[in-house]
């Protein structure tokens, strides 16, 4: 698979890509830049937004606006007005935050947390978000809760901890967002490439970032290793299935482990699959 970077500023801490069908544009983060970005996976960059904390992941909504999580603040945007509403506060100690998040096939927003304190430990929580009922726990005993997909037909939920480096796979009702017991598929070390952000294909397969390892890991749901995708950056953190036929596959980067002057940190790859993404829900009722 051969990557192109495009033409944008080097993030930060890049994340949460998701590809906006109606727009034609993907939506990130720079989490630790403060700014939310939407890029032209042909072109580059189009247009940034500036926020007040750290913007951690984003959800589509019905309506057209965005549901984003900061560090500890979950709110409601309009890239088009800029209007702001917030819906929901993080109650967890101060030195957590919000991390991963994506829309559930069941129309809800799931959001980890992860302890960024000096001694890191499995305190952090995976929350579903129901805008008439707020933030419920779904799963407790996570470092850096990380990785969010769904398998195309919206049955099986995949879950990581950055932290804890293994990846966890739970059945899942699309109807009505129950969450089945976890089981662990893959136990990826810092050589094969920490687990961070994740995205699954049509074929049902799991593309995870491995963002010790300078590479994409592809798993089956077993958690068999299927292909293994070198990347230009050493720090991929997300990669996200988009373009009209899902078929072009972008991915984020961070410069926050880089040496000073490497060409590569923080960049955002493009590259043509050889396999179209599983479309990513919607929001409802936002």
């Given amino acids: 698979m051969r990557f192109e970077r495009l033409d ?41 937004w500036p926020f007040e904390a750290r913007v951690c992941s984003i959800g589509l909504c019905d309506s057209g606006r965005l549901l984003i999580a900061l560090a500890r603040e979950i709110i409601l945007f309009d890239p088009e007005t800029g209007a702001r509403q917030s819906l929901a506060a993080l109650d967890e100690p101060a030195r957590h935050r919000f991390n991963d998040g994506k829309a559930g096939p069941d129309g809800r927003f799931y959001v980890g947390t992860m302890d960024s304190g000096p001694e890191r430990g499995p305190h952090a929580t995976l929350y579903r978000f129901d805008p008439a009922t707020g933030l419920a726990p779904v799963k407790r005993g996570i470092i850096v809760s990380n990785g969010l997909a769904w398998s195309p037909d919206g049955t099986a939920m995949i879950h990581t901890d950055s932290g804890a480096q293994w990846i966890d796979r739970h059945a899942f009702d699309p109807a009505t967002g129950a969450v089945g017991p976890a089981r662990r598929i893959a136990t990826p070390g810092e050589a094969m490439g920490r687990p961070a952000g994740g995205a699954c294909d049509a074929l049902g397969r799991y593309w995870s970032a491995g963002v010790s390892a300078a590479r994409l890991n592809v798993y089956d749901l077993d958690g068999a290793l299927r292909e ?24 984020v980067s961070h410069q926050l482990t880089s040496k000073p002057g490497d060409p590569h940190a923080g960049g955002v790859y493009v590259a043509r699959a ?3 993404g599983a479309s990513v829900a919607r929001l409802r009722g936002l």
């Fill in 8 to 48: 944008m500023p080097a993030l930060r801490l890049g994340e949460g890509p998701v590809w906006d069908e109606r727009r034609g544009v993907v939506f990130l983060c720079d989490i630790d830049g403060e700014r939310l970005h939407a890029v032209d996976p042909a072109r580059g960059a189009l247009r940034d």
């Fill in 274 to 276: 050889d396999v179209a």
């Fill in 228 to 251: 293994v995708h070198p990347v230009p950056c050493n720090a991929p953190t997300m990669p996200c299935f988009c373009g009209p036929n899902l078929t072009t596959l972008l991915v």
